[in-house]
């Protein structure tokens, strides 16, 4: 027998609890940013997806707008990078709820590193970075759903395989469940997508 648990009958709350254990696992966008007055911003969003291959066009999505959104909005960039393994719990601490003068960076002990494309600093142990520049931001309810063109992919050599193609077990991805759960990659394996004979 299954709980039918109507949306609108629930409290915002309710809804927030159900979507973020329903819709599970959930990649991690280590978001990055610069205050217009050069302040870092470093916070992670599971919200996050791919919007568009051609162009390149990722989004993430913020509950409220939060020192990410405003400093995208204003500068125009921002940069993701990848939550592994081995850097899971300094992206937590990144989730702290600091004040718009605050550098996270700074703040958490996180080690940072120049950008490649444009100036903003990114998460020195993170094996892979998305460059982005905004596209748009999208008010959805509570939210705000920014999409970024990707101007570069950098990518730590040491994930790539002899494709050269990025490898989920190399870079070991974080990601979030319901609540304060999180989870790794647990068992990987292999299966081509049917063809249909017509």
């Excluded at 990518?155 to 989920?168: F, H, I, Q």
Aim: hydrophobic share 40%; with cysteine.
């Amino acid at each position: 027998m299954a709980t039918v648990l109507p949306a609108a009958d629930n409290a915002p709350l309710r809804n927030y609890q159900l979507l973020t254990s329903l819709v599970v696992p959930r990649p991690i966008a280590w978001v990055s940013t610069l205050s217009p007055d050069g302040v870092p911003n470093l916070a992670p969003h599971s919200f996050f997806t791919v919007a568009s291959t051609n162009p390149p066009v990722i989004a993430f999505t913020s509950i409220s707008e939060k020192d990410t959104v405003r400093n995208v909005r204003a500068t125009g960039r921002f940069t993701v990078s990848m939550v592994t393994h081995g850097n899971w719990q300094q992206a937590n601490a990144t989730s702290c709820n600091c004040p718009p003068e605050v550098d996270e960076f700074a703040e958490t002990g996180t080690a940072a590193e120049p950008g490649d494309t444009h100036d903003v600093p990114r998460p020195a142990d993170s094996p892979a970075h998305l460059e982005c520049t905004l596209r748009e931001v999208i008010e959805v309810g509570n939210c705000f759903m920014v999409l970024g063109d990707v101007q570069a992919f950098v990518v730590d050599e040491n994930v790539l395989d002899e494709t050269g193609r990025p490898s989920a077990i190399a870079m070991a991805p974080m990601s979030k469940l319901g609540g304060n759960d999180w989870a790794g990659l647990g068992e990987v394996f292999l299966e081509p997508r049917p063809v249909h004979q017509a």
